[in-house]
Structures are given as C-alpha cells and as structure tokens.
C-alpha cells in the first residue's frame, strides 16, 4: 500500500524534523519547505496528500499561500493545516476562510498532530468523489470544485464549498451545529456556532440569485438540512 505524502512547510528546521520523524514512525512519506515559493512548487510536481502550512513564513504568509492554492482548480482539493502561534478566535476563523481545511496552535503534541491529519485526509477522502451531485439544477462537481446553478457558476469560497458538498452528500437529513462542525471543520477545530451561522448565511446568498437558497433549511432546536422539499415552517436564519 503506497503512503501518503504530507508536506511539511516551516522556516524552522527543528519543527520540520520533529514533525517528519513523528510522521515518518506514524507510517506517512513526508516532504519539506522553508517558505511559500518552495512549498507551491513542490504542491505543483510532488501532489502530496496533504500539506502542513506554517501561518507565519519569509515572504508569503501561510495565509496567501493557502488562499492561492484554494483559488487554483488544479490544486484546490489538496487538504491544508494551518500551523500556527496564533491561538484566538478571530485568526482561526481568517485561517479556515482562506481554505485551511484544519488549524493546529504551536506548541502541540505529534499524536495530536497525527490525529488531526487522519482525520482530514478521512473528511478529504470522503469529499472527494468524483461523481457529480445534482440537486433541481443545483450541481456540484468535486473534480473541478465548481458549483453550477442552472448551467451558471456560483462564487463561493472554500468553507462555503465545502459545506454544500456536505449538505448535497448527505440530502434530508437534519445536523446540529455540533455535528456539522464534525463533519465539515473536525471536531478538534474551535469554532462557535454563531460562526457556523455565518458561513450557513453567506451560503445562503450565494444560491440565492438562483432561487436555491431555499433548499439550505433551518430545523428550529436542532441545526440546519439540505432539503429539495418545501417546508414552511423552517426560519433561514
């Protein structure tokens, strides 16, 4: 069975050898970088499985890397983790709005560390099918990461994508707060429900010059559902 590859990129060349060694034991192929420009040439030749992307580099941030990978469609389904020593609120959620699928505050444990990556490239994997979703002319495609209304593309950004692929993936069936922060940010993500909301909003309006807002309902005293069918008694809060 052939490994999958993780690229570590950090300025710091004691972390990129601890976190290689403690991958290297945990069965993974590890590659390396010292900054942005090296990390995105070897994301363009290596295709590693997943990339651990330190916030602060020479150069380019971490931030603009991931945000550039995300934009690119060639690149965009390769699961990032945000590294970093920023642990409040606020640099999370600028962290996971520029695509980071994951975010993890220095110091950590390597099994932490470990546990995190296996569970996105699982969340990754479950994603990435290549079947194309269709929902009344709602259409998510996983191999070129576009969503199409009625035969026009939706802009979106990255968190927002990945929620419609759960929601369509997972059709009238109702999830907490807590279960979509499971499913689409992993458990060990810190994120507020009020946060969640937001994204679930700015989803909303997205679909809505199409009409397909609808579909992304409220179920009052539990969470929200993707849902072709009417319902009116559900709130698009």
């Not at 942005?36 to 499985?49: F, G, M």
């Not at 569970?119 to 002319?137: F, P, T, Y």
């Amino acid at each position: 069975m052939k490994s999958e590859r993780i690229l570590i990129v950090d300025d710091e060349i004691a972390i990129r050898e601890m976190i290689s060694i403690a991958l290297d034991l945990a069965g993974f192929e590890t590659l390396e970088a010292e900054d942005a420009l090296q990390a995105h040439h070897k994301i363009v030749d290596e295709r590693p499985s997943l990339v651990l992307l330190d916030w602060m580099l020479p150069g380019m941030t971490g931030v603009e890397l991931c945000r550039r990978l995300k934009r690119d469609e060639t690149l965009n389904e390769i699961p990032v983790i945000m590294l970093t020593a920023r642990g409040d609120e606020d640099h999370k959620i600028q962290g996971l709005d520029s695509g980071a699928d994951d975010y993890i505050t220095k110091p950590f444990s390597t099994r932490e560390l470990v546990s995190r990556i296996k569970a996105v490239l699982r969340r990754s994997s479950a994603l990435s099918a290549e079947k194309v979703i269709e929902a009344e002319g709602l259409q998510l495609d996983p191999v070129s990461h576009r969503v199409t209304a009625d035969g026009h593309v939706i802009d979106m950004g990255p968190t927002e994508y990945r929620l419609l692929a759960f929601f369509m993936s997972h059709q009238e069936r109702a999830y907490s707060r807590t279960q979509m922060l499971d499913q689409v940010w992993g458990g060990n993500v810190y994120v507020e429900d009020r946060t969640i909301d937001v994204h679930i909003r700015r989803l909303r309006k997205a679909l809505e010059p199409y009409g397909y807002e609808r579909f992304i309902q409220t179920v009052r005293g539990t969470g929200y559902r993707f849902s072709t069918k009417a319902d009116s008694k559900q709130d698009n809060v």
